[in-house]
């Protein structure tokens, strides 16, 4: 579930060049806070899927809840 609710995410992200700072600038539109700036578009793309990890990781410990991607749904199990 986790590796298919990553494949949704990336799925969605979207990849601007930026020529003010000659950057990539990458983002996931639906996930808020979840975005990369890197000199190639490769990198900003290997950087979003860090930064989308670690907002997984985040959400999950604060117990936060997910949007559903592609009819795929995180859900938090708290212990009894």
């Known amino acids: 579930m986790l590796t298919a609710y990553i494949r949704a995410a990336l799925r969605r992200a ?16 639906d996930l808020p806070g979840v ?4 000199t190639t578009e490769a990198d900003a793309r290997a950087e979003l899927q860090d930064a ?8 999950l410990a604060l ?9 795929i749904e995180m859900r938090v199990a708290l212990a009894g």
């Open 14 to 29: 979207r990849c601007d060049w930026l020529p003010e700072d000659k950057t990539y600038y990458c983002q996931i539109a």
């Open 35 to 38: 975005w990369a700036n890197a």
């Open 52 to 59: 989308l990890e670690g907002w997984i990781a985040l959400g």
């Open 63 to 71: 117990h936060h809840p997910f949007p559903v991607l592609d009819g």
